[in-house]
């Protein structure tokens, strides 16, 4: 289960932190990270820690956004927010089942964040 919070309105220029938790039978997390999809558009990477400490960002949010992971938690530091940067922001998770050693993906449910224009 992957559960996120902290979305909201802000507005231009502001910032805003996203949370995700994941739970369950998870022997080894591989990554842990963010993806967003704005109106309209397709669902695109914003953000991915690939274990042990590999960072990827979308070269949008460069110098802006900060993904960090603290075991089963990931979190996404947005600052100097856009109006593009308007969508819903969905965990990502991808682990090790510890009962069946099967490699799982898993979605959040989505979190929207907006900025007005």
């Known amino acids: 289960q992957v559960v996120e919070s902290g979305g909201g309105s802000v507005p231009p220029g502001g910032s805003l932190r996203l949370s995700c938790a994941a739970s369950?039978?998870?022997?080894?997390?591989?990554?842990m990270g963010w993806y967003r999809q704005a109106p309209g558009k397709q669902r695109e990477l914003v953000a991915t820690?690939?274990?042990?400490?590999t960072i990827e960002y979308a070269d949008s949010v460069k110098g802006r956004f900060t993904v960090s992971r603290n075991a089963g938690r990931v979190y996404l530091q947005m600052n100097s927010l856009k109006h593009e940067d308007t969508a819903t922001y969905y965990c990502?998770?991808?682990?090790?089942?510890?009962?069946?050693?099967?490699?799982?993906?898993?979605w959040g449910q989505g979190t929207l964040v907006t900025v007005p224009s």
């Open positions: 369950g039978d998870i022997q080894m997390i591989h990554i």
């Open positions: 990502y998770v991808e682990y090790v089942d510890a009962m069946t050693f099967r490699h799982i993906e898993v």
């Open positions: 820690v690939t274990n042990p400490a």
